[in-house]
């Protein structure tokens, strides 16, 4: 990003098939804001991944992002996030949009969401730096090491 762009916060895309409701009305469009810290904290206490795990339980300050989410099987922790990030579906109430309706979803629309959340969330490039829009300081970003890995699996 440079001079006045602003990091994009929120994107919208499409599902292949989307979801039925019960009154048969169909609900494809997606309205899905980028991972913040909170919701990957979320993933080390909450309460469905921590059964998953055994009972294991790992505060925010044990172990790195990619020990959190190697916590429990991929699916359940994208579920959690869908029910986190996805910000509207179609004409569905917020409330709505939960890991239960994640696993009513399509095969093609899961792989759909599991394509645009890593797009989304991994897609820094070659920005060097953030602008905050409030006060307009450059918030350096550290640079990635040549074929590291990049912990939220992008």
């Known amino acids: 990003m440079e001079g ?26 997606i309205n899905m804001r980028r991972v913040k810290g909170c919701d990957i904290e979320g993933l080390a206490v909450d309460q469905e991944l921590k059964q998953v795990r055994g009972g294991q339980s790992y505060g925010s300050d044990e172990g790195t992002i990619g020990q959190i989410l190697s916590m429990g099987p991929v699916y359940k922790i994208y579920a959690y996030l869908f029910g986190r990030v996805v910000i509207s579906l179609g004409d569905l109430p917020k409330a709505q949009i939960n890991r239960k309706l994640f696993s009513e979803l399509y095969n093609p629309d899961i792989t759909c969401f599991f394509a645009r959340y890593n797009e989304f969330n991994n897609e820094m490039g070659s920005t060097k730096a953030i602008t905050c829009p409030g006060c307009g300081l450059a918030i350096p970003l550290p640079e990635q090491p040549e074929g590291g890995e990049n912990p939220f699996g992008g």
């Open 4 to 29: 006045n762009q602003q990091l994009q916060v929120t994107m919208d895309f499409d599902l292949p098939i989307g979801y039925t409701d019960p009154q048969g009305n169909l609900h494809r469009h």
